[in-house]
């Protein structure tokens, strides 16, 4: 089974590369959304990240993701702390799920992570890295238009990202989403050629 890394930064347009995969028949796991999953179900990753953090993260039993933004994005070392934390967790939670897509048969799965190269944890999972990308003002009009937040923070958000340039070196595939070349071609032609390397009929 072939481990298909996506990754790429704030706005990039990889929910909608993912979706598509999805579409025709790869099944993803989403670490943002599984690790939102996790401060739900995982006690003793909430009793770790109180410890950390404060008392104050917490109410009624649910993390306030906003406020543990607050206190871990202007720190560094605290947000690497949280992510020492979070991240073997996740990445426990990844491989049960692969190991259930293998016996299900799958022979590609997608691990989608914003920021898969700036953490040490996941690097070994990857068979193949697929970095989506576009254009900066393309990424920040799309996030103000999802996440109703203002320019000012999606720069800060996008500053403290790895650099598109730095991730398209890294990378085993690109695709674009800047609004000139179809998408839907691009993945197509990336599945194509991964099967091809890895004698997938």
Not at 5 to 19: A, E, L, N
Not at 70 to 79: D, M, T, V
Not at 97 to 124: D, N
Not at 161 to 172: C, T
């Amino acid at each position: 089974m072939i481990t298909l890394v996506c990754t790429g930064g704030i706005g990039s347009g990889k929910s909608y590369v993912v979706k598509i995969l999805n579409r025709l028949g790869i099944p993803s796991y989403i670490a943002d959304s599984k690790a939102k999953d996790l401060y739900k179900r995982d006690n003793q990753l909430l009793s770790d990240l109180v410890k950390l953090l404060g008392d104050d993260i917490v109410v009624h039993g649910e993390l306030k993701r906003d406020v543990m933004a607050s206190k871990i994005f202007p720190n560094p070392e605290l947000l690497g702390k949280v992510n020492d934390i979070v991240h073997p967790r996740v990445l426990k939670d990844f491989e049960e799920w692969s190991r259930q897509m293998r016996e299900q048969g799958k022979e590609i799965i997608v691990f989608e992570s914003a920021i898969f190269f700036e953490s040490p944890v996941f690097l070994h999972i990857a068979d193949k890295v697929l970095v989506v990308t576009a254009p900066e003002d393309i990424r920040i009009q799309r996030v103000i238009k999802r996440d109703g937040i203002s320019e000012d923070l999606i720069r800060e958000r996008i500053e403290r990202q790895m650099p598109d340039s730095e991730r398209v070196l890294k990378a085993d595939y690109v695709i674009f989403t800047d609004g000139k070349r179809a998408v839907l071609p691009q993945v197509t032609n990336l599945l194509h050629k991964l099967k091809r390397e890895y004698k997938i009929v």
